[in-house]
């Protein structure tokens, strides 16, 4: 079964940081377009950050550009947000996500089931 499976959320202090990783299984997703979305409680789900198959182009959010990083290992079939700079309004659940042939900030194949990112104030 293809699946996509985050872990490293939790709650953080502002000003904090966390690393959120994405492990995929079933398929190999080395040639898929990777990303992390995130929504809050009443919000729209959120662009936040993608990246294209071979690593060499990433895409941000404009309310995450500078202070997040995605990176991905397709040997070890994982996607990695490292977040700094955490505020308040970062709280959401985070989801990873896959697409194949088009950067997934345009269209989501595959879903993982999101991890919690609360940062106190």
């Known amino acids: 079964q293809d699946q996509l499976v985050e872990s490293g959320g939790g709650l953080v202090q502002a000003g904090g940081s966390l690393r959120l990783s994405c492990a995929a299984s079933g398929r190999t997703f080395s040639s898929y377009s990777m990303g992390w979305f995130r929504q809050a409680p009443g919000k729209e789900r959120e662009f936040v950050a993608a990246i294209s198959w071979n690593g060499v182009s990433t895409y941000y959010g404009d309310s995450v550009t500078g202070r997040f990083t995605i990176s991905r290992n397709n040997a070890q079939n994982t996607v990695d947000l490292q977040m700094k700079s955490l505020k308040p309004e970062d709280t959401a659940v985070y989801y990873c996500?896959?697409?194949?042939?088009?950067?997934?900030?345009?269209?989501?194949?595959?879903w993982g089931q999101g991890t919690q990112v609360t940062v106190s104030s």
């Open positions: 996500a896959a697409a194949r042939g088009i950067i997934v900030r345009l269209r989501q194949d595959y």
